[in-house]
């Protein structure tokens, strides 16, 4: 149980609910199992209140040690979030390109950008733009079908190939 001033974290009490002074509490005067739930809490949310709020007590904090490893964990946390992202980015663009029965490279003529480039974008090494999704996303929308909706012949043969 941490005490502060007038605030007493029970180990009942979700990490959500602890604010500035539970956090710096926690950081100073806490024991592993209060940094442990502390890193599970912004693992699942690394840019979230809990995390934003503890990085202002990092600002505060006199236990430099303690510091030192929670920091090092928000960064490991943020760090695999946007590789998650990426991942999940890429996985999007990848079903994209299926849905919309065209090989690669007709895929990435017909939004402006290269073979190549695309190979980055379902491989998830570069994230593309807002705006490039969008065209992507309306590209597998509109592809495979013709103007009364109907699948167009010979575009399920053509998907398979260049990939």
């Keep these: 149980m941490l005490r502060f001033r007038n605030l007493t974290i029970t180990p009942d009490d979700p990490v959500e609910h602890w604010g500035f002074e539970g956090l710096l509490a926690a950081t100073e005067r806490g024991e592993i199992s209060d940094w442990s739930r502390i890193v599970a809490t912004i693992r699942n949310d690394p840019w979230g209140?809990?995390?934003?709020?503890?990085?202002?007590?990092?600002?505060?904090?006199?236990?430099?040690?303690?510091?030192?490893?929670?920091?090092?964990?928000?960064?490991?946390?943020?760090?695999?979030?946007?590789?998650?992202?990426?991942?999940?980015?890429?996985?999007?663009?990848?079903?994209?390109?299926?849905?919309?029965?065209?090989?690669?490279?007709?895929?990435?003529?017909?939004?402006?950008?290269?073979?190549?480039?695309?190979?980055?974008?379902?491989?998830?090494?570069?994230t593309p733009s807002a705006a490039l999704l969008v065209r992507m996303q309306r590209l597998a929308d509109s592809s495979g079908r013709g103007d009364d909706g109907d699948a167009r012949p010979g575009r399920a043969d053509e998907s398979s190939h260049g990939r």
């Excluded at 600002?59 to 946390?77: F, N, S, T, Y």
């Excluded at 079903?95 to 073979?115: D, H, K, M, P």
């Design 49 to 126: 209140e809990v995390a934003q709020t503890l990085a202002e007590v990092f600002e505060v904090a006199e236990d430099v040690g303690v510091v030192a490893v929670l920091r090092r964990a928000l960064d490991r946390a943020r760090t695999e979030m946007a590789a998650a992202e990426r991942r999940q980015v890429a996985e999007s663009i990848q079903l994209l390109v299926a849905r919309s029965g065209l090989t690669r490279a007709s895929f990435a003529e017909r939004i402006g950008t290269s073979r190549s480039r695309l190979s980055t974008y379902t491989s998830g090494k570069v």
